[in-house]
């Protein structure tokens, strides 16, 4: 269980999970300045996804208003596979709120708001994945809401994308963009 201003973490308890076990994140506001990476190969597996998840009823909030407006600040860049995040809500980044680049995930009941991009893009981390075989797949994005995302020339203003360089089988189940 993580706690804003806590011992742990959450960059360190992403590093340190197993399949199959949780990171719970207590109600609060968590403030971040720099990008959580969940990186490239820190996967889970279709029988054990590594998760993190608001610890009960709680409202834990990932604030990045930290950062400034800048395309390479990213609230979370999520390039592992087989994770599953469910509750957190996540505002105030550079830019995306979350860029999904990973295989299998799946996003639950998460708020993405005030963000200096899209809430959240499916496109890839790596740039030297040229081929849709690279590129993030077959993720599922479930009950989220994505709102008043925009950067400060309102040119950048998507509430969810899947775009310039996402897979196939992605999905975008009961979400709203307000």
Not at 114 to 125: A, E, F, K, P, V
Not at 160 to 167: D, I, Q
Request: charged content about 15%; glycine content about 10%.
């Amino acid at each position: 269980i993580i706690e804003p201003n806590g011992p742990v973490t959450l960059a360190q308890a992403i590093k340190d999970i197993q399949p199959g076990k949780t990171i719970y994140l207590k109600g609060g506001t968590y403030n971040l300045s720099s990008t959580i990476i969940i990186a490239e190969g820190n996967n889970g597996n279709a029988s054990a996804t590594k998760n993190i998840f608001a610890y009960g009823n709680d409202k834990p909030v990932l604030d990045f208003s930290a950062m400034s407006e800048n395309s390479s600040n990213r609230g979370i860049v999520l390039a592992g596979n087989y994770w599953h995040v469910k509750g957190i809500t996540i505002q105030n980044a550079g830019d995306n709120g979350m860029l999904l680049a990973g295989n299998n995930n799946k996003i639950e009941g998460c708020l993405f708001r005030y963000n200096h991009d899209t809430g959240l893009q499916i496109s890839r981390y790596n740039s030297n994945y040229t081929t849709i075989d690279k590129w993030p797949s077959n993720n599922l994005i479930i009950d989220c809401i994505s709102t008043e995302n925009k950067d400060s020339t309102l040119e950048n203003a998507d509430g969810f994308a899947a775009k310039l360089t996402s897979g196939r089988g992605n999905v975008f189940r009961n979400c709203k963009a307000l």
